[in-house]
């Protein structure tokens, strides 16, 4: 991060997700005291994946209320505390998991208490799930994801604090050679959602 200049966030994403992608991030806000990056890949139809890497104290975020996606974060180093628009509170540190609607955060802060923070984030549209789940979810018999809604009702959100199932699901990304990581990007999202399911 060190080309990065104070007070920007670098998003970084392949040609295949700028479409998709532009019609949510132009509707994004962030205000950074710090320096941030962001990488996001194409996993499967209505599911991508983002790295989130902050060298800052607080973030501020104001984006459009998108209730059809889901956000499911996972904390790998640091820690995160945020506040969202509706007073709600998510705590997270490394080996941590939360799952909320994007109608909750569309005025939100993080404040990062060590200066670092280095997690993944993955967005999920129930909608384009249920069109087409991939080929191995629905072997498993899994062909929405209702059971993920039922985290967030209304405006509500769910922790996981952080245990060996949830943080070797996400660690194994972390360690993977970079040839392999877009793999294990998609191994790894089918397996948590037969852990969450």
């Known amino acids: 991060m060190k080309n990065i200049p104070d007070r920007t966030i670098q998003f970084l994403k392949p040609e295949s997700l700028k479409k998709e992608l532009s019609i949510i991030t132009n509707q994004f806000e962030t205000g950074i005291e710090g320096k941030g990056c962001i990488e996001a890949l194409f996993l499967f139809p209505g599911i991508f994946l983002t790295f989130f890497t902050f060298r800052a ?7 459009h209320a998108f209730p059809s996606l889901l956000q499911i974060t996972f904390c790998h180093r640091g820690r995160l505390g945020w506040t969202l628009d509706h007073d709600g509170h998510i705590y997270l540190g490394p080996g941590d998991m939360s799952v909320h609607r994007m109608d909750t955060c569309t005025d939100s802060i993080l404040n990062l208490p060590f200066g670092y923070y280095e997690g993944i984030t993955l967005f999920i549209s129930p909608q384009n799930f249920k069109t087409s789940p991939p080929g191995f979810l629905q072997e498993a018999g899994i062909t929405d994801i209702k059971w993920l809604e039922k985290f ?4 509500e959100y769910a922790t996981f604090p952080g245990d060996g199932k949830i943080r070797n699901i996400f660690s194994v990304i972390y360690d993977s050679p970079e040839h392999l990581r877009d793999s294990y990007c998609k191994l790894k999202v089918l397996e948590l959602c037969l852990y969450l399911s």
């Open 152 to 155: 967030c009702i209304g405006k």
């Open 57 to 63: 104290s607080s973030i501020s975020v104001r984006h």
